[in-house]
Nanobody, 121 residues
Framework: QVQFVESGGGLVQPGGSLRLSCVAS????????MKWYRQFPGKERELVAR??????????SFADSVKGRFAISRDNAKNTVYLQMNSLKPEDTAVYYC????????????WGKGTLVTVSS
């Protein structure tokens, strides 16, 4: 059974940092493109960052809104993907989810509970 368990969210002041973690199970983690999404209230989820499998170079890509501030990494031994968020802005406030895909644009039909990030003074 596919599972994603996100953690690391919380309340942070503008300009601060957070590191999100996501432990995945139920599939061969190392072969998948791992992705972080976020969802604003009343909106669809949007892709924030993705990282390809290690065998394809671990290529990283980011949404324009977070480029230069966020970093993504993966630990295949721990089936874990991370999202390092720096220089956080109030508009980064959202629920963050991870997922996996075989292409840059797909995702599995399973979602975790997400982790809430609130950026506020």
């Amino acid at each position: 059974q596919v599972q994603f368990v996100e953690s690391g969210g919380g309340l942070v002041q503008p300009g601060g940092s957070l590191r999100l973690s996501c432990v995945a199970s139920g599939f061969t983690f190392s072969t998948k493109i791992m992705k972080w999404y976020r969802q604003f209230p009343g909106k669809e989820r949007e892709l924030v960052a993705r990282i390809t499998s290690t065998s394809t170079g671990g290529v990283k890509s980011f949404a324009d809104s977070v480029k230069g501030r966020f970093a993504i990494s993966r630990d295949n031994a721990k089936n874990t993907v991370y999202l390092q968020m720096n220089s956080l802005k109030p508009e980064d406030t959202a629920v963050y989810y991870c997922n996996a895909g075989s292409t840059p644009y797909d995702s599995m039909n399973y979602w975790g509970k997400g982790t809430l990030v609130t950026v506020s003074s």
